[in-house]
């Protein structure tokens, strides 16, 4: 049986590899809450992969369906709704993701996400920089972004899974 706990949905944002899906998955079986993780979501209904989404049809077009899918959610609540990494760079989508509830924005260092994130291949965005200077640069030039979208900011260096959710619930 649903413990409802939120009246509204809880968004997760930040860069990859700062533990949106890992924290959404925890949250989502303590609290038996649906989640909605966005790239999955939209690979499933485009029948594509990320990258291919990316080679495809380009980054713009992969934004829009990112924003099409935070509208979608408004309709519902108690819902953890795990972000991209890009996904509140656009302001449009910051707006949607206010209408849905709570933003949280997960942090960790550049080393941190380096060793989350090196063996991975599903993220273009990262193509060329796969390196803690490359990911630091990034980061900086998202930083701004992030943080204005978020309500709340959560820090994920030397933290367990469930030290990392414990704090999020506890600060919600
Ligand atoms: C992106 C992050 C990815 C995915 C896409 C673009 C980004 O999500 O949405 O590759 O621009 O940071 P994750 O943060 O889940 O890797």
Same mark, same amino acid.
């Given at each position: 049986? #649903?413990?409802?706990?939120?009246?509204?949905?809880? /968004? *997760?944002?930040?860069?990859?590899? #700062?533990?949106?899906?890992? !924290?959404?998955?925890?949250?989502?079986?303590?609290?038996?809450?649906?989640?909605? $993780?966005?790239?999955?979501? !939209?690979?499933?209904?485009?029948?594509?992969?990320?990258?291919? !989404?990316?080679?495809?049809?380009?980054? +713009?077009?992969?934004?829009? *369906?990112?924003? #099409?899918? *935070?509208?979608?959610?408004? $309709?519902?609540?108690?819902?953890?709704?795990?972000?991209?990494?890009?996904?509140?760079?656009?302001? %449009?989508?910051? +707006? +949607?993701?206010?209408?849905?509830? %709570?933003?949280?924005?997960?942090?960790?260092?550049?080393?941190?996400?380096?060793?989350?994130?090196?063996?991975?291949?599903? %993220?273009? /965005? *990262?193509?060329?920089?796969?390196?803690?200077?490359?990911?630091? $640069? =990034?980061?900086?030039?998202?930083?701004?972004?992030?943080?204005? #979208?978020?309500?709340?900011? /959560?820090?994920?260096?030397?933290?367990?899974? =469930?030290?990392?959710?414990?704090? =999020?619930?506890? %600060?919600?």
């Amino acid at each position: 049986q #649903a413990r409802k706990l939120f009246d509204y949905n809880i /968004v *997760l944002i930040g860069f990859m590899g #700062a533990g949106k899906t890992t !924290i959404s998955d925890y949250l989502s079986t303590v609290f038996d809450m649906e989640i909605v $993780e966005m790239d999955q979501v !939209i690979e499933e209904r485009e029948e594509m992969s990320i990258p291919d !989404i990316f080679a495809t049809y380009g980054e +713009e077009y992969f934004r829009d *369906l990112e924003t #099409a899918l *935070l509208e979608e959610m408004q $309709e519902r609540k108690n819902m953890i709704i795990s972000c991209g990494g890009g996904t509140a760079l656009r302001q %449009r989508n910051v +707006e +949607e993701m206010k209408k849905n509830g %709570r933003v949280v924005l997960l942090t960790a260092s550049p080393q941190t996400i380096y060793e989350r994130v090196k063996d991975s291949d599903e %993220r273009p /965005v *990262l193509k060329g920089r796969k390196n803690v200077e490359g990911i630091a $640069e =990034l980061m900086e030039q998202r930083r701004e972004k992030y943080e204005a #979208a978020a309500d709340l900011v /959560v820090q994920t260096d030397h933290k367990s899974v =469930l030290q990392v959710c414990e704090e =999020l619930v506890q %600060r919600l």
